[in-house]
Each structure stands twice: as structure tokens, then as C-alpha cells.
């Protein structure tokens, strides 16, 4: 493995941020400065090829990379694109199952959630119980009401 591959490697599975392709760049880009996009993207194939990583697409357009090759599960915030893993039994059977129903050899499957991380819920709570913005010119209509009876002069 060359020296530049192995850094790729090392910095992917020292996060669990599971980073997209551009984002790894920036990682390897802080030990490896002249690297370039393309060299990371080919090293990326080949590690996901060797099984080395794992390459997820998760529906947001990019792929992302993971170093945690076990078998586990994925949610993704919809708002703030943060992917959590997800640790549980994987579904009973599943393949099984589906091999029994339909016939198919089955190679793999994808199962991935997506939904509101907490940041993202607390943000849109937070956002939600605001009190509406003050406009400037409500008090002085009612103040306008009150002035109705203040003709109370001496003179
Ligand atoms: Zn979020
Ligand atoms: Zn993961």
C-alpha cells in the first residue's frame, strides 16, 4: 500500500463524520498538502474495492466512506446532512426471508433512515416557540385609544 493510500485509510477510520469525497481531500490534505482531489477519489475506489472501507450512498447525492466495515445501519439528517450509526440486531432473517419468497440469491441489501438530528430538532423547536418578530408600529395604535380621553387641560 503506498504511503498516500494508507493515510486516506487512517483518516477515514479515525472519524466517524463518515465524510464524502471532498471532505476526506480536506482531511488527507492537512498530512498529505500537495495531494490532489483526483488521487483521493482513486484511492477511494480502491479501498472500498479491497473492502478496506465502505462506500455508502445514502441519497444526498455524494457518496460517503465509512471505516467501520462491521455490518450496521445508518441515519441521516435530513437538514444538516450529519450520518449517525446505528448499532442494533440486523433485521431477522431478512435475506432469508426474501431468498424463500422470491427465488433470488441475495447479495446484500441497503436499509438506511433518514429524519431531524437532535441539534436539528432543538434548532426547529427553538425556532418554532419564538416569539413572533415586534413590529414597530403596533404600540402607538393603542396608545392612539387611550389619548381618546385626555382632553383634561387647565387653561
Ligand atoms: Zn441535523
Ligand atoms: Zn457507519
Not at 19 to 27: G, I, L
Request: charged residues 30%; glycine residues 10%; contains cysteine.
Amino acid at each position: 500500500m503506498t504511503a498516500q493510500r494508507k493515510i486516506i485509510l487512517e483518516e477515514i477510520e479515525n472519524t466517524r463524520a463518515h465524510p464524502a469525497a471532498h471532505e476526506v481531500y480536506e482531511m488527507v490534505r492537512r498530512r498529505l498538502p500537495r495531494i490532489s482531489l483526483g488521487t483521493v477519489y482513486r484511492n477511494l475506489e480502491v479501498l472500498s474495492e479491497y473492502g478496506l472501507i465502505r462506500r455508502m450512498d445514502l441519497g444526498d447525492g455524494q457518496y460517503h466512506y465509512d471505516g467501520n466495515t462491521e455490518e450496521h445501519y445508518h441515519v441521516r439528517c435530513t437538514e444538516c446532512g450529519r450520518i449517525t450509526d446505528l448499532f442494533m440486531d440486523p433485521v431477522c432473517d431478512l435475506e432469508g426471508t426474501i431468498a424463500r419468497q422470491t427465488g433470488y440469491e441475495i447479495a446484500g441489501y441497503r436499509l438506511d433512515f433518514f429524519g431531524l438530528c437532535p441539534v436539528c430538532r432543538r434548532t426547529r423547536e427553538s425556532e418554532n416557540t419564538a416569539a413572533p418578530p415586534v413590529l414597530g408600529s403596533r404600540k402607538s395604535s393603542e396608545q392612539g385609544e387611550e389619548n381618546h380621553e385626555g382632553g383634561n387641560q387647565s387653561g
